[in-house]
């Protein structure tokens, strides 16, 4: 039940196109949903965040979308760059306890953007 | 300096050696952790210190010992560790706020032979 899924694994685009990333959880107590950037030899760092208060939030050409009922959340790049080539992870945690940081974490997905 | 830091950057060890890893917070945070992170594996949280104080350990084997001598720093002692705890080990840090964001440092590559 703690678990987040995150598909596709990895994933292929040319420059432009709009790669989208998967993750479903099980956990109805989760409440908060961050996607994490990773680069090479560098660790994760926050790309953009969601509450289930919300269906969609923006950032720059990054968007999230949220399905409450389905228990579904989905990261868009739009005119994806070669620079965000990188791994991505989605997250989840509930607000409860004192263990703030206890984000539950994805496998991750490759992406790679051809110019 | 600014932001997380972690030394070393790599580390082998042989598995009946005793070495520690260390973690520095220049962001005034209150909240540090460590990370496991393995190929093709979620990120598994391992510990968590609130002010100093342990407040998680995720049944991590007891052949990795954290310690926080204070808010800003962190160390894991490693000792007669497995060929399968080779990994990168990533320190984060957070606000103690609900939701607030961790901030990774650069992680230690650890090769256990």
């Known amino acids: 039940q703690q678990q987040v899924k995150q598909s596709p694994q990895s994933l292929i685009v040319q420059k432009g196109g709009i790669p989208i990333i998967n993750c479903a959880y099980e956990?109805?107590?989760?409440?908060?949903f961050p996607w994490y950037q990773q680069f090479p030899g560098k660790g994760p760092a926050l790309l953009i965040a969601?509450?289930?208060?919300?269906s969609e939030k923006k950032e720059g050409r990054f968007t999230i979308s949220f399905n409450k009922s389905a228990k579904q959340f989905s990261l868009h790049i739009m005119d994806s760059q070669p620079g965000d080539s990188a791994t991505y992870f989605c997250?989840?945690?509930?607000?409860?306890?004192?263990?703030?940081?206890?984000?539950?974490f994805g496998q991750g997905t490759i992406l790679t953007v051809h110019p | 300096e600014t932001g997380v830091t972690q030394t070393p950057r790599h580390l082998v060890m042989g598995m009946t050696n005793k070495k520690s890893l260390k973690c520095e917070q220049h962001?005034?945070?209150?909240?540090m952790y460590w990370y496991k992170q393995s190929a093709k594996k979620p990120l598994e949280l391992m510990f968590v210190?609130?002010?100093?104080?342990?407040?998680e350990n995720n049944s991590v084997p007891s052949r990795f010992s954290p310690e926080c001598p204070n808010s800003s720093h962190l160390f894991l002692h490693l000792h007669t560790l497995q060929p399968e705890d080779s990994a990168l080990y990533l320190c984060?840090?957070?606000?103690?706020?609900?939701?607030?964001?961790?901030?990774f440092g650069n992680g230690t590559r650890l090769t256990v032979t």
């Open positions: 984060a840090s957070s606000q103690e706020q609900v939701n607030s964001p961790l901030h």
């Open positions: 956990n109805t107590a989760f409440d908060y």
């Open positions: 969601i509450r289930p208060d919300v």
């Open positions: 997250a989840a945690s509930s607000a409860g306890g004192t263990s703030y940081g206890k984000l539950t």
């Open positions: 962001l005034g945070h209150n909240a």
């Open positions: 210190y609130n002010f100093k104080e342990q407040t």
